[in-house]
C-alpha cells in the first residue's frame, strides 16, 4: 500500500496524494479529521512528529477495504519518543483512499 510507506517515510505529500480530497481519518480518542486540507494542516501543526521505525505483523486487502497492524516508533522532535501498537483500517474509492479508521495503544502502559 503506498499510503503506508509514505508514512514510513515522513512523506507529507505522498501521503495526500493518496486520499481523496473528501478523505476522513477518525484517530480513536483522539481527533476526527475531514478534508485533504485538514489533514494538511494537521501534519503541517504537527511537522516535529516524525516516525523512527515501524513494523507490519499483518496487512489484509479484501474489495475496497485494507488494514495494517504492527508496531511504530515515533519521535515529537523534543527528545520524546513514543512506541505504540496500531491498526489502520482503510477505505478506497476511485483507488484513493476515502476513510482511514485508526487505532493506538501506547507500548510503555
Known amino acids: ?41 494537521f501534519f503541517s501543526d504537527h511537522a516535529d512528529m516524525k516516525m523512527i521505525s515501524a513494523t507490519k505483523d499483518n496487512i489484509i486487502i479484501e474489495g475496497d477495504r485494507g488494514s495494517v497492524s504492527g508496531s511504530v516508533q515515533c519521535s515529537n522532535g523534543k527528545d520524546q519518543t513514543f512506541n505504540l501498537y496500531y491498526c489502520d483500517i482503510y477505505e478506497v474509492k476511485d483507488n484513493k483512499i476515502s476513510k482511514i479508521i485508526s487505532y493506538t495503544v501506547n507500548k510503555n502502559k
Open 1 to 41: 500500500m503506498e499510503i503506508v510507506t509514505a508514512f514510513d517515510n515522513n512523506d507529507i505529500e505522498g501521503i495526500l496524494n493518496c486520499v481523496t480530497d473528501d478523505i476522513e481519518w477518525e484517530m480513536l480518542g483522539e481527533n476526527n479529521l475531514k478534508g485533504k486540507e485538514t489533514l494538511r494542516k
